[in-house]
């Protein structure tokens, strides 16, 4: 692994750690004060720094049980793809599972832009 390899595995692992612990501080600390992102949840918005420290205070604050499962993160020249499967219960405790990709640019330490597809269930899959 190259240096520049592993300086983005760093910032990766400081913005999912970031984000897991709700820490908006470490989140705007690894996102570049200019970021824009996407994601295809809640039928496709835009992100910004402000969107994203909202969604993980939400998230530690709602959500229970939640896990990151079958997590592959694949390091390209400008940035990371990562691969996973949220797992949770529903409100009336069934299983889902929510496949999704993370597409993300990085540049001088700090991530420039992501794009999120979520392959959202669909009425009765849930």
């Known amino acids: 692994m190259t240096t520049d390899q592993a300086s983005i ?3 990766a692992d400081r913005f999912f750690a970031a984000y897991a ?3 908006e501080d470490g989140i705007r600390g690894v996102l570049s004060p200019d970021f824009e992102g996407w994601t295809s949840s809640f039928g496709g918005r835009d992100l910004t720094v402000d969107t994203l420290v909202d969604g993980a205070k939400w998230e530690a604050d709602n959500v229970i049980d939640m896990t990151l499962e079958e997590v592959r993160r694949h ?3 400008r940035g990371f793809v990562r691969q996973f499967v949220i797992r ?3 409100a009336g405790g069934a299983p ?3 496949p999704g990709c993370m597409v993300a640019l990085v540049a001088n330490g700090r991530i ?3 794009d999120e597809y979520l392959i959202m269930p669909t009425a009765g899959q849930e």
Do not use: G, M, S
């Open 9 to 11: 595995e760093a910032v």
């Open 21 to 23: 612990a709700a820490d």
């Open 75 to 77: 390091v390209t020249d």
């Open 88 to 90: 949770l219960a529903n």
């Open 96 to 98: 889902v599972e929510i």
């Open 112 to 114: 420039t832009r992501f």
